[in-house]
């Protein structure tokens, strides 16, 4: 039985593209939370999504980044037109429950890289 | 609002001797309080957590921690320190039924040999 599954594990990108970053959660976990962890700094919340919902973006910068999380497949974190400043690893958690008083699991996250 | 301090960026202590962690909390409501472990490279790993039971709770690998309302901590503790301790932790609070879990900064352990 997998945990949380994120890929790509590393992901360079130039500045000006896009990044796309896909989590799939735990068997049976119908919340998605995207988290960002910049150097040398805890993680900041991001996004909360359920199955064809976003539920609460109040961590998402207002531009270039946007989330979803379709009937079928992966949730998606989408960066459009990366900048330097993107650079960190995301990570993605999942819980049968709605909200975090149960606790999350963790995938092993993405590492972008904007060079 | 809600938050975590965690005492001390680094802390280092030979194999064998105490782990302690720091971490305070700040919420205006009763919290639900835990522990994460990141090794290198991986994702976060739950060491425990604290849902308004027990105060002391007890979590993998030998670690725990207790919770003291008076002093608003929930320091992380293991007796015997073991090399494969050596990773980031975590503090992190959140509320009943809240989609925000807000982390500390995180204490990287090294342990000696």
């Known amino acids: 039985n997998a945990g949380v599954m994120q890929n790509p594990r590393h992901l360079v990108r130039r500045r000006g593209q896009e990044a796309r970053l896909r989590c799939s959660p735990m068997?049976?976990?119908?919340?998605v939370y995207w988290y960002r962890q910049l150097p040398e700094e805890g993680l900041k919340f991001m996004v909360y999504?359920?199955?064809?919902?976003?539920?609460?973006e109040s961590g998402m910068p207002k531009e270039r980044f946007s989330a979803e999380f379709p009937k079928e497949g992966p949730s998606i974190l989408r960066i459009q037109q990366v900048v330097r400043g993107d650079s960190a690893a995301y990570f993605c958690?999942?819980?049968?429950?709605?909200?975090?008083?149960?606790?999350?699991?963790f995938g092993s996250g993405t590492r972008l890289t904007v060079v | 609002a809600q938050s975590v301090t965690q005492l001390g960026s680094h802390v280092s202590v030979s194999e064998g001797a105490l782990v302690l962690l720091r971490c305070n909390y700040s919420?205006?409501?009763?919290?639900?309080l835990f522990w994460y472990v990141q090794y290198p490279n991986q994702g976060l790993q739950l060491l425990l957590k604290y849902t308004s039971a027990a105060t002391l709770v007890k979590g993998i690998n030998g670690f725990e921690a207790e919770f003291k309302k008076s002093e608003t901590s929930f320091h992380l503790t293991k007796p015997s320190a073991h090399m494969s301790d050596a990773a980031e932790y975590f503090c992190a609070v959140t509320q009943y039924n809240n989609n925000d879990m807000r982390f500390g900064a995180g204490t990287r352990l090294t342990v000696k040999p």
């Open positions: 919420s205006s409501v009763p919290p639900y």
């Open positions: 068997k049976g976990h119908s919340h």
């Open positions: 999504l359920q199955k064809e919902n976003i539920i609460d």
């Open positions: 958690a999942s819980s049968r429950e709605r909200g975090s008083n149960y606790g999350y699991t």
